[in-house]
């Protein structure tokens, strides 16, 4: 080998070296005391070894420091590059803390607009691993680096749809860069190191942590231990995703029956529809070998998003939780599935919706909140849902929810329901209350009032019963057949296999206005 070759080696490994050095050895020793691991750490515990290709290491920080002191900027405090996961091909890049605090500089922000443009072009996630204190300030023409960013974040936004992007929260992310784990499809946080703040002062402690943006922002889909959990969570969530949205999601060969019936289905619900049950008792029970993924779990719990499979094909499931303020669906649970919903039909991934719930609540605080604007957003998405669509009643199914969660008229592909299903425009006790007013006011005069209510109650009830409304095939409230709840995970799997390569065309249009 020339002497000249071996100069040019000699330099592409000096680069090297200090691109393991990070921003050196005392900032790389502080990760391990805060509880997180370093960026390549990161990457390698997540990619399958020896797949993962670097681009960009030569990369620095050409731009004068705000402060006019020039730092180490090894591959411009970004690692980047092409791996696979689990035997899939992704494309990701790791925010390196030990440089500068992870802020990102124009030079990093550009690598990141290339490689979001690459992962939306050959088809690939986009895997966001960031720790950083947010933009870094140049002095340079008054440049602070938003030129790249802003560019970014556009490539981020045109690419939604084409590839699922996931944002793994495992430090600081303030400022504008604090629009990327929003933007994604999923946001994974560490709830011990992850933080999330646009800017300005914080009234309380728990502000900007993963408990707050699960609890109270909803921004949040799932709240990680540490970052070797946020790690093996990244890797389950992608074992259900496809590629891209010309790809299939990945089938996976499972040793459970197809035909099971699980007769402890027969006792989950209480014979008293005052009493409540957790649906998640029931998703265990049918889904493939009771295995399911819930996104946005402490997000408004009356509702119940994530994913699973069904004889072996991934699908999202949308449940009414009556554990939780009876499965209503307000403002919030409202948003959560709205987002979901529109994931799954951007990545053609069949929607189940299992539906118990009282409806949208009535009343000033709730009005004041938008639901019915949040309830119109929904019958927006589900109007354009084109991805296979099953939805089973098993109990309550009133009022504007009966609609925005599958029934026949918003025409999903199959409506089953249990036989103790009941659709009516409000609850029966509501209806009671109306109708039978003067019969109540005189029956609480004579004492008996509990008799006459319920008496006037269960004639209602058989009203709304699906087995009496089901008698008539024409009628707005009706399925495709009521069946034995020890048969929901067989209809299911078949409604899927049958509606696996329809085609569903919407109307021609430039897009579509959703309400705001």
């Not at 994604?184 to 709830?191: A, G, P, Y």
């Not at 057949?481 to 390569?501: F, G």
Request: hydrophobic share 40%; with cysteine; charged share 25%.
């Amino acid at each position: 080998m020339g002497q000249w070759m071996n100069s040019y080696l000699d330099r592409l490994e000096g680069v090297r070296r200090e691109n393991l050095a990070g921003g050196g050895k005392e900032r790389l020793e502080l990760q391990g005391k805060l509880g997180k691991l370093t960026a390549r750490e990161r990457i390698d515990l997540l990619v399958d070894a020896g797949t993962f290709d670097e681009m960009g290491s030569i990369v620095t920080d050409s731009r004068i420091p705000f402060d006019g002191k020039r730092r180490p900027s090894p591959s411009d405090g970004v690692v980047m590059g092409l791996a696979k996961v689990n035997g899939s091909p992704v494309a990701l890049y790791s925010m390196d803390f030990s440089v500068m605090s992870g802020s990102l500089g124009d030079q990093a922000a550009w690598k990141l607009v290339d490689l979001t443009k690459m992962a939306g072009q050959n088809q690939m996630p986009l895997i966001s691993i960031i720790d950083s204190a947010g933009e870094r300030l140049s002095i340079k023409d008054g440049d602070s680096g938003l030129n790249g960013l802003g560019r970014l974040l556009r490539e981020y936004c045109l690419y939604s749809g084409i590839i699922p992007r996931i944002t793994l929260l495992l430090g600081p992310c303030t400022g504008v860069l604090a629009s990327v784990p929003v933007l994604s499809d999923f946001l994974i946080m560490n709830e011990e190191t992850g933080f999330l703040w646009l800017g300005g002062n914080k009234e309380s402690d728990e502000a900007g942590t993963a408990e707050f943006h699960m609890e109270r922002s909803g921004q949040c889909d799932i709240v990680a231990e540490n970052d070797e959990d946020a790690i093996l969570k990244t890797k389950m969530l992608l074992s259900y995703l496809p590629g891209s949205c010309w790809k299939s999601a990945p089938y996976e060969e499972t040793d459970d029956d197809p035909e099971r019936k699980d007769p402890a289905l027969l006792e989950v619900m209480p014979d008293n529809p005052k009493f409540t049950y957790d649906i998640h008792e029931i998703i265990f029970k049918i889904v493939d070998n009771g295995k399911f993924f819930e996104l946005k779990e402490d997000f408004a719990s009356h509702l119940v998003t994530g994913f699973c499979r069904f004889g072996g094909r991934v699908t999202g499931i949308v449940a009414n939780n009556p554990d939780e303020m009876s499965g209503i669906l307000e403002p919030d649970s409202s948003d959560k599935y709205d987002r979901f919903m529109r994931f799954l039909d951007a990545f053609n991934i069949p929607l189940v919706t299992v539906v118990d719930t009282t409806a949208f609540p009535p009343g000033d605080k709730w009005e004041r909140r938008g639901v019915i604007r949040h309830g119109a957003k929904l019958l927006h998405s589900y109007s354009h849902l084109t991805c296979p669509k099953v939805t089973m009643v098993l109990r309550r199914s009133y009022g504007g929810a009966n609609i925005v969660l599958g029934c026949s008229r918003m025409f999903p592909d199959f409506v089953y329901t249990w036989p103790t299903a009941e659709f009516a425009p409000t609850g029966p006790e509501t209806v009671v209350h109306a109708i039978f007013h003067k019969e109540l006011a005189k029956a609480r005069e004579e004492g008996n009032f509990d008799a006459v209510f319920n008496n006037f109650l269960s004639i209602l009830k058989e009203q709304f019963s699906v087995m009496n409304l089901a008698k008539f095939w024409t009628t707005y409230y009706t399925a495709h057949e009521v069946i034995d709840p020890r048969d929901s995970r067989s209809r299911i799997i078949r409604a899927i296999e049958a509606v696996h390569d329809k085609i569903e065309e919407l109307p021609e249009k430039k897009r579509s206005i959703k309400p705001a």
